[in-house]
């Protein structure tokens, strides 16, 4: 059977919850500085855009001004705690193994397409067992162009061999489901993900409450019973 159809995930807040890792390695950066630490709510309202976004508003949280020097500098300093400890916390959300199986067992190509720093995004990967599952990993450091940019997308296709392929963005917040967009690509939307508002979410074809979800979801985009 010829496999036309193609999955690309985002991962933080889609396939896996890293926000309790991130937050350690956020506030150790915080304290070296000097600053004031942010709680696990206030670092939920500030990832999804890239590692230096989120860096950036995490010393927002103190008021005090700081120069794109120091922010590089605290940006090197995050990956480097977060290296010590890149998985120790992070959880798998429910259903995500069975269905990764499933699509690998049908046959379909999946990626995973992120803002997440690259080197972190293959560390973590590797950590939790979840890297052989996809054919390729485009990260928001080391692609020209990222979500919401649905070249970002286009990229990850291209590497996972699946440019003509009908396509599916998974994905949990407006950044996903813009790019999904902008891609001309289906998306689904996981409800239980770091979206900042549930009318970000409104804009996806699909919402699912649970992971185990996706497949019935996708073969009524796609018309494919995978």
């Not at 991130?22 to 696990?40: G, K, M, P």
């Not at 919402?207 to 996706?214: A, T, Y």
Request: glycine residues 10%; aromatic residues 6%; negative net charge.
């Amino acid at each position: 059977m010829t496999i036309d159809c193609a999955l690309v995930f985002d991962l933080d807040g889609t396939l896996i919850d890293s926000i309790p890792d991130v937050h350690v390695a956020v506030n150790r950066t915080l304290d070296a500085f000097d600053r004031e630490t942010v709680t696990l709510a206030q670092l939920n309202e500030i990832v999804g855009e890239g590692a230096k976004v989120m860096m950036e508003k995490a010393f927002a949280v103190g008021g005090a001004p700081v120069d794109d020097a120091t922010i590089d500098e605290a940006l090197s300093r995050y990956l480097g705690f977060y290296k010590q400890s890149p998985a120790d916390k992070t959880i798998i959300y429910p259903g995500v193994w069975d269905v990764l199986d499933h699509y690998r067992d049908t046959g379909w190509p999946m990626g995973v397409c992120t803002n997440k720093p690259g080197e972190m995004t293959g560390i973590v990967l590797e950590a939790i067992g979840m890297a052989k599952y996809f054919r390729a990993v485009t990260a928001g450091d080391n692609v020209p162009h990222r979500k919401p940019d649905g070249r970002h997308i286009h990229l990850t296709l291209e590497r996972m061999g699946a440019t003509d392929a009908k396509a599916v963005m998974v994905g949990d917040s407006a950044t996903d489901l813009l790019a999904a967009r902008d891609a001309g690509v289906s998306s689904v939307a996981v409800t239980y993900g770091y979206a900042h508002a549930g009318d970000d979410l409104k804009m996806a074809d699909a919402l699912i409450g649970r992971f185990e979800e996706l497949p019935e979801a996708v073969d009524r985009l796609l018309g494919t019973s995978a």
